[in-house]
């Protein structure tokens, strides 16, 4: 029996000319076939107007535009964020998010992606709904891809023709992006190829719960990708129960190995914490995590908890995060605190995919799109 068509997000430009060739087409049609596909214009291989209509056919019965096979979207913030729940052809059902940031006082608005690694996670973070979900299965290089070109083609277009504005890609979705390096790793190649979305490497971030071989093949292999550490707590104790992996590889491993990483690359590294009131807070934990930044090229940004529903966590008010961020400040650390986007749409990692647990998406009535 046949197996599943290729994605045309992930064959490779050789492989696309072979099949061509097979046919007796020309080989330099493979371009303008990548070029077509990732085109924000184009919904289909309909789309691909420059070529012939039998060859667009061939195309649709070989590859697969998507592997995406249906989507529900939800919108918040104004219509500034946009969560979707993209379920796959095996029903495995994971989460993107788009999140725009008008200009405001920059020179041109920003847009950041935020996609997943992995349908469900194994590490098993408990103020993580996709933690709790368990795992399902490692995400291959189209599946993964294919959560950008949802937000890039009809009918959000929401990277235009890649002119305008800036957009980041950020894997903090679903997944720990480095147990399936292999594949992340291919997807972050796609992603950058100027054939396809040519997006730069330097504008993708990848983010880890503290995987350390991974981290270290990171400097070998995406020296310019941005390595984003989840900490979320300064002690192992703290950190077994709310990292688990840290049984694994614990605080200080973790944090050499971002040491390494930022001396290598020259590339500064986010200690990602989540703020968890009277749990991760406290004035030991803000010294603990000053020792940990400084000296080196870090920054720290602080997470407000967006809590699961059921959680017998919530998270630290405002004035909490504030003399959390002046501890570490007087130590001469750069904070962020990060804003907190889709709020009203549960779109802390994996809520939005447990609410509509068991439900059709192609029942659920669609969203509006933004014009
Ligand atoms: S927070 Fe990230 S690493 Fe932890 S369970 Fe959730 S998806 Fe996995």
Same mark, same amino acid.
């Given at each position: ?11 490779? !430009? ?28 184009? @919904? ?15 195309? /649709? ?24 729940? !993209? ?34 996670? /194994? ?55 480095? &147990? ?11 992603? &950058?190829?100027?054939? *396809? ?5 330097? !504008? ?28 979320? @707590? ?11 992996? &840290?049984?694994?590889?614990?605080? *200080? ?5 971002? *040491? ?29 995590? @000053? ?74 009535? @669609? ?5």
């Amino acid at each position: 029996m046949a197996g599943p068509r290729p994605a045309i997000s992930e064959i490779p !430009h050789p492989a696309l000319a072979a099949w061509l060739t097979a046919r007796g087409e020309p080989a330099f049609r493979a371009g303008q076939i990548l070029a077509g596909a990732h085109r924000p214009t184009s @919904a289909s291989f309909d789309d691909l107007s420059d070529l012939p209509m039998s060859l667009r056919g061939a195309l /649709a019965d070989a590859f697969e535009f998507s592997t995406i096979a249906d989507t529900h979207v939800i919108s918040g913030d104004r219509g500034l964020t946009a969560k979707a729940v !993209h379920e796959l052809a095996d029903g495995q059902r994971i989460e993107s998010v788009l999140m725009r940031y008008p200009a405001r006082g920059r020179s041109s608005e920003r847009t950041t992606i935020c996609i997943s690694s992995q349908a469900g996670c /194994a590490v098993n973070c408990p103020f993580c709904a996709t933690g709790q979900a368990g795992f399902g299965r490692q995400l291959t290089p189209g599946e993964i891809v294919d959560q950008v070109l949802h937000w890039h083609r009809p009918p959000w277009s929401a990277l235009g023709d890649g002119s305008t504005g800036h957009y980041n890609i950020v894997f903090m979705g679903m997944g720990e992006p480095l &147990n399936n390096a292999d594949r992340v790793f291919a997807a972050v190649r796609l992603l &950058n190829d100027p054939e *396809r979305l040519g997006i730069g490497a330097r !504008h993708i971030t990848v983010s880890t719960s503290g995987v350390v071989p991974g981290m270290d093949r990171m400097i070998d292999e995406l020296p310019q990708v941005n390595l984003a550490i989840s900490l979320h @707590a300064t002690t192992d104790a703290l950190r077994d129960e709310l990292v688990p992996i &840290n049984r694994k590889w614990p605080v *200080r491993e973790v944090v050499a190995a971002g *040491r390494r990483f930022a001396a290598r690359t020259g590339r500064r590294v986010s200690l990602e914490y989540v703020m968890i009131d009277g749990v991760n807070d406290t004035d030991e934990q803000a010294l603990g995590l @000053a020792a940990h930044a400084l000296g080196w090229l870090s920054h720290v940004n602080l997470i407000p908890l967006n809590p699961t529903p059921g959680s017998r966590w919530s998270g630290t008010p405002a004035a909490g995060i504030a003399r959390f961020g002046a501890l570490l400040r007087d130590r001469g650390i750069g904070v962020t605190v990060r804003d907190t986007r889709g709020r009203d749409i549960d779109a802390a990692c994996g809520q939005l995919h447990a609410q509509l647990a068991g439900r059709s998406l192609r029942e659920l009535r @669609a969203v509006e799109v933004p014009a």
